[in-house]
T-cell receptor
Framework: DQQVKQNSPSLSVQEGRISILNCDYT??????FLWYKKYPAEGPTFLIS???IKDKNEDGRFTVFLNKSAKHLSLHIVPSQPGDSAVYFC???????????WGLGTSLAVNP | DAGVIQSPRHEVTEMGQEVTLRCKPI?????LFWYRQTMMRGLELLIY????????DSGMPEDRFSAKMPNASFSTLKIQPSEPRDSAVYFC?????????????FGPGTRLTVL
């Protein structure tokens, strides 16, 4: 029973366009959310995070939006580049149980 | 900085054999995590060490799995005996925040295939 759901296993986008990766969660008590990026044959690397007290965090081409009422967050990449092609994991921090809960990932392909 | 180092990168073994995965965390980090990644279950935390002490091993699937951290620069994950369903990618990660939302630094993983 996934508490953090990334419902799109894959996404394909043209270079220069916006990539939007979505993540839904079930526990309203999650208080911090993170995105990690993973290239083949490498471990995940931290990309960007957001606290539950905020609704937006931006870092260069990457912006994460949080909609607490909908229990939904999204990662926007603008403009998308071929080097962004990777698997993106959404993770949520459950402070009560002291666990980081991971989604299954979304594979993004940015086509030249 | 070499990052988190894992060995071997690939391991193919037969059912019933013992498998030992190794990890060297980033120097100065006080927390170490072992994860297993499968297509069906994604990234699962198996065990977490803080200052070389196992804090939470509730993710270890069975008694066939064991992990040790004899010092701050080395950890092992052992599977004995191994089974085909143990086939997965095993990641080691380290940080200075323990189990928190602090960034974790992952190694490249060990791809284990049990025939």
């Amino acid at each position: 029973d996934q508490q953090v759901k990334q419902n799109s296993p894959s996404l394909s986008v043209q270079e220069g366009r916006i990539s939007i990766l979505n993540c839904d969660y079930t526990n309203s008590m999650f208080d911090y959310f993170l995105w990690y990026k993973k290239y083949p044959a490498e471990g995940p690397t931290f990309l960007i995070s957001i606290s539950s007290i905020k609704d937006k965090n931006e870092d260069g081409r990457f912006t994460v939006f949080l909609n607490k009422s909908a229990k939904h967050l999204s990662l926007h990449i603008v403009p998308s580049q071929p080097g962004d092609s990777a698997v993106y994991f959404c993770a949520a921090w459950d402070g009560n149980n002291r666990k980081l809960i991971w989604g299954l990932g979304t594979s993004l392909a940015v086509n030249p | 900085d070499a990052g988190v180092i894992q060995s071997p990168r690939h391991e193919v073994t037969e059912m019933g054999q013992e498998v030992t995965l190794r990890c060297k965390p980033i120097s100065g980090h006080n927390s170490l995590f072992w994860y297993r990644q499968t297509m069906m279950r994604g990234l699962e935390l198996l065990i977490y060490f803080n200052n070389n002490v196992p804090i939470d091993d509730s993710g270890m699937p069975e008694d066939r799995f064991s992990a040790k951290m004899p010092n701050a620069s080395f950890s092992t994950l052992k599977i004995q005996p191994s089974e085909p369903r143990d086939s997965a990618v095993y990641f080691c990660a380290s940080n200075n925040g323990g189990v928190s939302y602090n960034e974790q630094f992952f190694g490249p993983g060990t791809r284990l295939t049990v025939l």
